[in-house]
């Protein structure tokens, strides 16, 4: 059996004032990808009417939630949703990690394929949002995340690490002259002085020297930038939004990048296509 992993920043939750109209059009994109884990970040209003647009997006894809986590800073709007298909996939534990201290969020949850009655073929599923200042941030909630990346008392040994990481990455060939100055120093090292340095991937970084893998570095066919598309003061094409895995076989990995996609949201979906069973990639 192969799962189909899903990320996307849905920017303000797919509502502008009182249209839904992105936000329906991101259920027509999700509902063709056909995830059977799903993050989602930037789920703005989504608690509203008893949780009615996060039950409805479920109900739309054939979905269930593990559950919805509230952004530490900002207006208290902004939600990170994980969701998983119960047709496949059982859910065995959930907790909400780093309340209090993630900018955003971080969700854990441990699933199951359904046809298995052991705990012998459990993953993980971690579903976060890091923070988009700075890159110290990012670093510190990345050291969250690096126990998973291999054996740990307690943990099955496999996970998938899925969300907006706000991290370029190593390979993103960054032309700062295109990018304005007030919004370097979310993506740029910022020296002792002030002044600015090279991209800062240590978020990025942290998680792979600790074991997870990055199958954009595995893959012969390097995936397509996640931003860089919306905005006019912001041309520069970046992979911000990542699937990190351990223990799995990766088959396909992917950035969704079609023209309703690009206009349902200033991010794109990232996909990432894995073996159920144990094993990593070659």
Known sequence: ???????????????????????????EILNELEPDVLTLSECSWWDEAEER???????????????????RIGDGRNYTTLLYRASRLRLVGRQRLGEGVF????????????????????????????????????????????????????????????????????????????????????????????????????????????????????LSTPRAATVGYYYANEPVPLRLDHILTAGFTVHDYRTHDTKAARQASDHLPVVAVVDSAPGTTP
């Open 53 to 71: 647009r996060l039950l409805w997006m479920a109900h739309m894809l054939g979905l269930t939630p593990v559950c919805m986590a509230r952004s």
């Open 103 to 218: 900018h955003h969020a971080l969700v854990r949850a441990r699933l199951r394929p359904l046809d298995e009655d052991s705990d012998r073929e459990d993953f993980l599923a971690l579903a976060t949002h890091l923070a988009w200042t700075d890159g110290e941030c990012r670093l510190r909630e990345a050291r969250w995340m690096t126990d998973y990346a291999g054996d740990f008392p307690g943990r099955p040994p496999r996970a998938l690490l899925l969300g907006d990481l706000n991290c370029p990455s190593p390979q993103d060939r960054i032309d700062w002259r295109k990018v304005p100055k007030n919004l370097q120093s979310r993506y740029r090292l910022v020296n002792a002085d002030g002044t600015f340095g090279d991209a800062d991937t240590r978020a990025l970084g942290v998680l792979t020297e600790s074991g997870w893998q990055d199958p954009d570095t595995l």
């Open 1 to 27: 059996m192969r799962m189909r992993a899903v990320t996307w920043n849905l920017f303000c939750g797919g509502v502008d004032g009182s249209s839904e109209e992105r936000l329906h059009a991101q259920a």
